[in-house]
Nanobody, 122 residues
């Protein structure tokens, strides 16, 4: 099993910054892709950013140019630096991992953190 623990959420004013962290319970090299998704009230969960083991990165259209995903392999941790935050960035941010090594019939190789709340408001 892969466990993910997020931290770094909170309340910030529009235009401010936050940095989210997601620590894995396994060696990050055993994970094919990690990423962040978010869910606003009444809306579906959407892609924020993903990063593969080979460091290929993908961003959702709404965050391009403002958010940066990165990872520290030595700490088995993925980060999401969020700048120029807008009220529409408000939501619960979930860390996601996909691992073929840890795939089973019950998890399909996909794992989620518990989520961290980000609120952008003045």
């Amino acid at each position: 099993q892969v466990q993910l623990v997020e931290s770094g959420g909170g309340l910030v004013q529009p235009g401010g910054s936050l940095r989210l962290s997601c620590a894995t319970s396994v060696n990050i090299f055993d994970i094919n892709q990690m990423g962040w998704y978010r869910q606003a009230p009444g809306k579906e969960r959407e892609l924020v950013a993903t990063i593969t083991r080979a460091n290929n990165i993908n961003y959702g259209n709404s965050v391009k140019g403002r958010f940066t995903i990165s990872k520290d392999n030595a700490k088995n941790t993925v980060f999401l630096q969020m700048n120029s935050l807008k009220p529409e960035d408000t939501g619960i941010y979930y860390c996601n991992a996909r691992s073929a090594l840890y795939e089973s019939a019950s998890n399909g190789g996909t794992f989620w953190g518990q989520g961290t709340q980000v609120t952008v408001s003045s």
